[in-house]
């Protein structure tokens, strides 16, 4: 059984940090590519940032250096950390794990709420 469980959201002040967490169980981690989703009320999905298996790295252009995505294969973990965080990046955050055409699972999603 494939379980992808996300974990470090949380409320933050503006300017704060904080680190998501991804660990996958039931599956061949390394193999997968790894994205992180958010979604704010109101809008649609979007792409934070992908780390494929190779390690190749992509990020929204709204994140301006500011997160970056990381994995630990031995782990069976993804890790997103996001530093200057801003209120408009209060959104749920996804992780999702792939094997394009092949596989995808997504996690069930971690509340981040930049407030102060």
């Known amino acids: 059984q494939v379980q992808l469980v996300e974990s470090g959201g949380g409320l933050v002040q503006p300017g704060g940090s904080l680190r998501l967490s991804c660990a996958a169980s039931g599956i061949p981690f390394s193999i997968y590519s790894v994205g992180w989703y958010r979604q704010a009320p109101g809008k649609e999905r979007e792409l934070v940032a992908l780390m494929a298996n190779n390690n190749n790295k992509n990020y929204g252009d709204f994140v301006k250096g500011r997160f970056t995505i990381s994995r630990d294969n031995a782990k069976n973990t993804a890790y997103l950390q996001m530093n200057s965080l801003r209120p408009e990046d209060t959104a749920v955050y996804y992780c999702?794990?792939?094997?394009?055409?092949?596989?995808?699972?997504w996690g069930q999603g971690t509340q981040v709420t930049v407030s102060s």
């Open positions: 999702r794990l792939y094997v394009l055409g092949i596989k995808d699972y």
